[in-house]
T-cell receptor, first 110, second 115 residues
Framework: QKEVEQDPGPLSVPEGAIVSLNCTYS??????FMWYRQYSRKGPELLMY????GNKEDGRFTAQVDKSSKYISLFIRDSQPSDSATYLC??????????FGQGTELSVKP | KAGVTQTPRYLIKTRGQQVTLSCSPI?????VSWYQQTPGQGLQFLFE???????NKGNFPGRFSGRQFSNSRSEMNVSTLELGDSALYLC??????????????FGPGTRLTVL
């Protein structure tokens, strides 16, 4: 079993929809949680970063961490075609290497 | 400010050959990490270099090696290539060690195909 599980999709939504992306993990030592966005033929870019539990909001994006359930989420409000990309969750313990989920491919249709 | 650059962008090799990939980090960044990305396994950490020293290593066989030069540029080498080594190899740089709190900036990757 992988340390980090993420549904690879693909996920297709209409423009303006709320998108929910999720990851589960098994290592209770994970303290840092990140979401990366990867466009086709590009490297991943950091979208959101959260330490420990709680919520973090940045514009249309909200990241949530529930350590008791070992579950993290990324919500995208008012989704746009430009949000079409692969979204990767990543997490690590203190001083540890980043462990990535498999990535969810998102397509937002105009 | 220039981003992370990787060369070459595409590479085709045959089984048994070896390959060297290059990564130039963002100016001023001292840490370079390498990752392998495949559809089946996703993004997996290979190793990290900081100040020319390997600081962290993932679970890959010894055929995968790397080094870092005094200007922080890094190379990754894969010897005796296998079909399963076909992947996108990504390099990421960060200002200091790629700790959990230091943002890593990724390059566009090198697409390696092994025939």
């Amino acid at each position: 079993q992988k340390e980090v599980e993420q549904d690879p999709g693909p996920l297709s939504v209409p423009e303006g929809a709320i998108v929910s992306l999720n990851c589960t993990y098994s290592n209770s030592a994970f303290q840092y949680f990140m979401w990366y966005r990867q466009y086709s033929r590009k490297g991943p870019e950091l979208l959101m970063y959260t330490y420990s539990s709680g919520n973090k909001e940045d514009g249309r994006f909200t990241a949530q961490v529930d350590k008791s359930s070992k579950y993290i989420s990324l919500f995208i409000r008012d989704s746009q075609p430009s949000d079409s990309a692969t979204y990767l969750c990543a997490m690590s313990a203190v001083g540890g290497k980043l462990i990535f989920g498999q990535g969810t491919e998102l397509s937002v249709k105009p | 400010k220039a981003g992370v650059t990787q060369t070459p962008r595409y590479l085709i090799k045959t089984r048994g050959q070896q390959v060297t990939l290059s990564c130039s980090p963002i100016s001023g960044h001292r840490s370079v990490s390498w990752y392998q990305q495949t559809p089946g396994q996703g993004l997996q950490f290979l190793f990290e270099y900081f100040s020319e020293t390997q600081r962290n290593k993932g679970n890959f066989p010894g055929r995968f090696s790397g080094r870092q030069f005094s200007n922080s540029r890094s190379e990754m080498n894969v010897s005796t290539l296998e079909l399963g080594d076909s992947a996108l190899y990504l390099c990421a740089s960060s200002l200091i060690l790629a700790t959990s709190t230091d943002t890593q900036y990724f390059g566009p990757g090198t697409r390696l195909t092994v025939l």
